[in-house]
């Protein structure tokens, strides 16, 4: 059995587009945030884009069990699924350690000095 | 390529080596007839192989690095003792400008656009690239910006207000004339050429791949271009906007950039350097895709960590757009703004250091063949790694405000990008000079230039950081005794003449090797890659039969039983087109052949855009002759017609 192409391309790309919304949202909301004091929708935003990231290790997790019995660098479609199955895993962790890495000063830092 | 008659074609065409239908001398012979793009005068206006659009853009870009090269020796002179006056001060500011620009938009981008154009078709076992009229219309397109751009400099026209060009400097009332018109121009063009070459590099990677060829199977320069140009295409119109509009702020009075007006004077930075920092990555990553296939190479074995190269590169794509705020950190921003892309900047270096740990377990566990390719890769390594650090330190924001414009910012990207993107890329017109002449460098001489340009670049970059941590800003024109900056200037100057007497060695390298060099013969490395599987160099049709792959080395691993393609026409260019992901065998497609259409077309492009420096009416009026050569370049001719149709009768 091999994993559908959207799934595999969903867990290559989530945590990218994931980082890209966080900061271009996340960074046009603070305006807002600091004329009406609602942080949450920071940390809403940061967490959304965390679980999205997430949501691509996993994908990418389950394509990789799929794939259990292929290689990497063979020839078949089920190498080449176990390889972009394994590019998602880590592009997504990878993401999503971004992420985390950008919202840690958040909670040392007022986004409105 | 769509609108090219097109065939099916299965896996039923790949049929076992033993059987010609003709002798393989007569079908070498059809197939140089039918790929041949003519020779003389008018053939050469009207050529579309890739080779040789390839080798036109990088022998075009290397001219253009040279005279960059040129202006920057110019300004090493003038900085190398205090009170100099060799230049005068506008002149340099012309000077400085022009050095950027050329480096940056007519060297660093289209040098490496240019080994992909040579170099992808061949890697991935294809007769040309795709579109490759629009590959033509590209080259005539960036040697028209850059003549244009020089034929300014020297009417005393030059740009004087940087590489990036900031209004209000840049605007109507700071720099009257149409010195800032001819740079912004400049960027249309060579980003209107640099566009196209991407998509032709995108669509040859995705749809032109040899049978086998899967995705976790493309060679890591493919992955390299691929991720490259990507980014031009994401990046590249965010510049070509933004000069755009400050050409309009100059020309028709508009106020994008005009605060007084309700314009604003950061939008600029904001959209140029949402070009510009991923430009940084444009030029590295290709460079990156350059040095896996040297270690893979001169180690021996296959590259360590394909799947972690990969991903780096990837990586380096999508976060290479989620810093270019940290150029403007002395703008003054909100908390929220530093850290973001603070954080975001010390990220980036996670996918770098990948790549190179990668590298060293490749030279670690492989058999070391000591070349000029892989010396100039570990020069790459040692300089990479230090403007890395610096990158490191500049990401921060109390560092970056006090060293902001600064030399030290001048000696960090000039690490980043001549240790990152132009050692690499000395390493690969080594590894690929036999390949596109069919001659071999001089080792003896290549190991000269290796070395004056190794310690130039370390002599004339490393006291910029000292330059900059004493406060020199970094543009100006001269500087007084008491400042203390005469020595580490003089030694960047002394440097510069070491870098230079590199470069002329490496020219002497070129010509003598290119005239009298030894034959290279097929593959003279013993690299692994599709590019070594046809002759040195390769012939018009690049090869006699369409490979297949059955790994990611393919020539290591080929045995004589590897099957290649039949069923394509050899009195006809066609080409076998294959699916994305698993390159398996789709259907059959008919290139164009030559035509003197792409350079009519880029011949009215530059008059629209040099005509519109001085008369906004030249958009209308150029228009006309536009239109005109475009649809005679999309008009479709007889015989497309007549194969259109006999394909529909055979069908």
């Known amino acids: 059995m091999v994993p559908s192409k959207l799934s595999l391309w969903y867990g290559i790309l989530i945590g990218a587009a994931a980082f890209a919304g966080d900061q271009q949202i996340t960074y046009s909301l603070v305006p807002h945030a600091c004329s009406t004091g609602h942080f949450y929708v920071l940390y809403c935003a940061t967490g959304i884009a965390l679980l999205l990231a997430l949501s691509g290790a996993a994908m990418g997790g389950r394509n990789l069990a799929v794939t259990r019995s292929a290689s990497i660098d063979g020839g078949t479609r089920a190498d080449r699924s176990r390889f972009m199955a394994i590019l998602g895993i880590a592009a997504s962790l990878g993401f999503a350690t971004i992420i985390l890495a950008m919202a840690v000063p958040r909670f040392m830092l007022s986004p409105c000095d | ?651």
Not at chain 2, 371 to 383: D, M, R
Not at chain 2, 489 to 506: C, D, K, P, Q, R
Not at chain 2, 588 to 599: L, Q, R, T, V
Request: net charge neutral; glycine share 8%; proline share 7%.
């Open chain 2, 1 to 651: 390529m769509s609108s090219q008659p097109q065939r099916e074609m299965n896996s039923e065409s790949l049929e076992p080596r033993p059987r010609t239908p003709m002798s393989d001398a007569e079908a070498r012979n059809w197939l140089q007839r039918t790929w041949d793009d003519g020779k003389g005068f008018t053939s050469w206006f009207q050529q579309v192989h890739h080779t040789v659009i390839g080798r036109r853009y990088i022998i075009t870009a290397f001219c253009f690095f040279l005279l960059g090269g040129l202006l920057a020796a110019l300004m090493r002179i003038q900085l190398s003792h205090p009170e100099n006056h060799f230049l005068s001060p506008d002149f340099y500011n012309q000077v400085f400008t022009m050095h950027g620009s050329t480096m940056m938009f007519l060297f660093a981008v289209p040098v490496m656009e240019a080994f992909g154009i040579y170099m992808i078709p061949l890697m991935m076992g294809t007769r040309n690239i795709a579109f490759p009229r629009l590959n033509a219309y590209s080259w005539y397109l960036y040697v028209c910006g850059g003549i244009m751009l020089y034929v300014a400099f020297v009417l005393n026209t030059g740009p004087d207000v940087g590489w990036f060009a900031y209004p209000p400097l840049s605007g109507p009332d700071f720099s009257p004339g149409k010195r800032a018109d001819f740079w912004a121009q400049m960027i249309t063009f060579t980003e209107v050429a640099a566009l196209a070459v991407a998509v032709e590099i995108i669509t040859t990677i995705f749809k032109l791949r040899a049978v086998g060829m899967s995705l976790n199977r493309i060679p890591l320069f493919g992955w390299a271009m691929l991720i490259h140009s990507f980014m031009v295409i994401f990046a590249m119109p965010a510049v070509a906007l933004d000069s755009s509009m400050l050409l309009m702020d100059r020309l028709i009075s508009t106020h994008f950039f005009n605060p007084a007006e309700g314009g604003d004077a950061l939008l600029y930075q904001h959209v140029f350097w949402f070009f510009g920092h991923p430009e940084v990555y444009i030029i590295f990553v290709p460079a990156m895709g350059i040095v896996s296939e040297i270690i893979a190479t001169f180690s021996r074995r296959p590259v360590f960590g394909y799947p972690a190269l990969v991903l780096a590169l990837v990586a380096n794509g999508f976060v290479g757009f989620g810093l270019w705020v940290h150029h403007m950190f002395a703008t003054g921003l909100p908390m929220m703004g530093y850290s973001f892309f603070t954080a975001a900047s010390l990220m980036i270096a996670i996918p770098s250091a990948v790549q190179i740990f990668c590298w060293i377990a490749t030279l670690w566990t492989g058999r070391i063949n000591w070349k000029t390719p892989l010396i100039f890769v570990i020069g790459f390594f040692a300089i990479f790694v230090l403007g890395g650090l610096t990158g490191v330190m500049l990401a921060s924001v109390p560092l970056d405000t006090q060293v902001h414009d600064t030399y030290f910012v001048v000696a960090h990207f000039h690490y980043v990008l001549i240790g990152g993107a132009l050692f690499p890329l000395f390493g690969g017109i080594y590894y690929w000079f036999p390949k596109i002449t069919g001659r071999m460098l001089s080792e003896k001489l290549g190991l000269w230039h290796f070395w004056l340009f190794f310690i130039g670049f370390n002599l004339t970059f490393f006291p910029m950081h000292i330059l900059g941590l004493k406060g020199m800003p970094r543009r100006v024109y001269t500087y007084l005794p008491q400042n203390g900056w005469g020595t580490m200037n003089f030694i960047a100057t002394v440097g510069a003449l070491f870098m230079t007497a590199g470069v002329l060695f490496w020219l002497y390298n070129i010509w003598t090797s290119y005239r009298r060099g030894p034959l290279a013969g097929d593959n003279p490395w013993g690299a692994s890659s599709l590019e070594w599987a046809t002759n040195s160099p390769p012939p018009i049709y690049n090869f006699d039969e369409l490979p297949t792959v059955n790994s990611r080395t393919p020539l290591w691993t080929a045995t004589a039983e590897n099957p290649v393609i039949r069923g394509l026409r050899i009195d006809d260019r066609e080409v076998l087109i294959t699916r994305v992901l698993d390159a398996e065998p789709d259907h059959i497609n008919s290139f164009p052949k030559p035509s003197p259409w792409p350079f009519w077309s880029a011949m009215a492009t530059t008059a629209l855009f040099v005509g519109s420096i001085f008369n906004g009416y030249a958009l209308y009026i150029g228009a006309i002759p536009l239109a005109f050569t475009l649809t005679m370049w999309f008009w479709p001719k007889k015989h497309e017609i007549a194969l259109e149709e006999a394909e529909g009768v055979r069908r």
